[in-house]
C-alpha cells in the first residue's frame, strides 16, 4: 500500500492537474475532510493540525466542509458524533454534508427497516455498539424492532437531529463538495440525491466537464485521487489511519493528513 512519505505525514501540496485555472471563493479558507467512519482519534488528531494551519492564515473566512460518513466501520461512531457537535475549534464555520453510511443509518432510525440488514452488514453494527446497543445480545439482531427501539432509547436525540440536518452537497468557489460524485452529463442542480450519495464507477470513469470541481469521498485509494475534473480524499481512515484533509485557498491546493 502507499503511503504519504514522513516529510509529507502533517502538509503536502498537490501537483495540480486540473485542465483550467480554479478557486476557492475570494478571501476564504476551505478545509475538505474525507470519509471519517468512527476513527475518533484520527479526527481530534487532524482537527488540531487544521486548527493550528487556521491561525497562520490571514483570509477573514475558514471553513470546515466535511464530506460525510462519519459512522461505521471504526470504533467511536458516537464519540465522532459527540466531537462535531461540541469539539470543532470556534471561529470557523461548519459544513456538514451526508454520505451513503449516514444515511443509512438515518433511515434505520426513522424506523425504514426493510434496509436495515444492509446497513449493518456495512458497518452499522460496530455504530451500534458505540451507543451501547449489542446487535447479538438476546439475538437482537434476528428481531430489527426490537433492535430499532434499543437503538432508540441509546442514540441521543441531537445525535439524530444531527444526522438529519446534513447536506447533500455544497457549492465554493469553482468547486463542488459531494459524498460520492455526480451523475455525468447532468446539471449540478438536476442530480439525484442517490447518486450524490453512492454513486461510483459512471462518475469516477468519466472525463466530462461537471461545470465545477468536484471534491468528494466515499471511493477509498491510499492516496488523494487527483483529475481534472474531480478530487477524491477517502483515504481509508477507518483502516489505514490516514484520514485527509483538502485545503484550497485562492488558487492554492495542499493536503493536511494525519
Known amino acids: 500500500m502507499l503511503v504519504f512519505p514522513p516529510e509529507f505525514s502533517h502538509s503536502r501540496r498537490m501537483t495540480d492537474k486540473t485542465s483550467v485555472s480554479c478557486s476557492a471563493p475570494e478571501d476564504t479558507t476551505l478545509y475538505a475532510i474525507g470519509d471519517i467512519h468512527g476513527r475518533l482519534d484520527l ?13 497562520l492564515q490571514k483570509t477573514s473566512s475558514k471553513e470546515l466542509i466535511f464530506l460525510g460518513d462519519y459512522v461505521d466501520r471504526g470504533v467511536d461512531s458516537k464519540g465522532v458524533i459527540d466531537f462535531l457537535l461540541s469539539g470543532l475549534p470556534d471561529g470557523m464555520k461548519k459544513t456538514f454534508l451526508r454520505g451513503n453510511h449516514d ?9 425504514e427497516l426493510e434496509k436495515a440488514n444492509d446497513w449493518l452488514l456495512l458497518g452499522g453494527t460496530a455504530t451500534l455498539v458505540s451507543y451501547g446497543v449489542n446487535p447479538f445480545q438476546s439475538n437482537l ?20 437531529s444531527f444526522l438529519a440536518a446534513t447536506e447533500i452537497s455544497a457549492t465554493r468557489g469553482d468547486y463542488h463538495f459531494v459524498h460520492a460524485g455526480v451523475r455525468p452529463f447532468v446539471p449540478l442542480e438536476k442530480q439525484a440525491v442517490e447518486d450524490m450519495l453512492w454513486i461510483r464507477y459512471e462518475f469516477l470513469g468519466s472525463k466530462a466537464d461537471h461545470g465545477k470541481i468536484i471534491v468528494h469521498g466515499h471511493s477509498i485509494l491510499p492516496e488523494p485521487d487527483i483529475h481534472p475534473n474531480r478530487i477524491g480524499i477517502d483515504t481509508g481512515a477507518y483502516a489505514t489511519g490516514t484520514l485527509t484533509c483538502l485545503v484550497l485557498q485562492e488558487n492554492n491546493k495542499r493536503f493536511i493528513s494525519t
Open 43 to 55: 479526527l481530534v488528531r487532524l482537527m488540531k493540525l487544521i486548527e493550528a494551519d487556521a491561525n
Open 103 to 111: 444515511e443509512a443509518m438515518l433511515r434505520f432510525l426513522e424506523g
Open 141 to 160: 439482531i434476528r428481531d430489527l424492532t426490537a433492535l430499532h427501539k434499543s437503538a432508540m432509547e441509546k442514540v441521543p436525540e441531537s445525535h439524530r
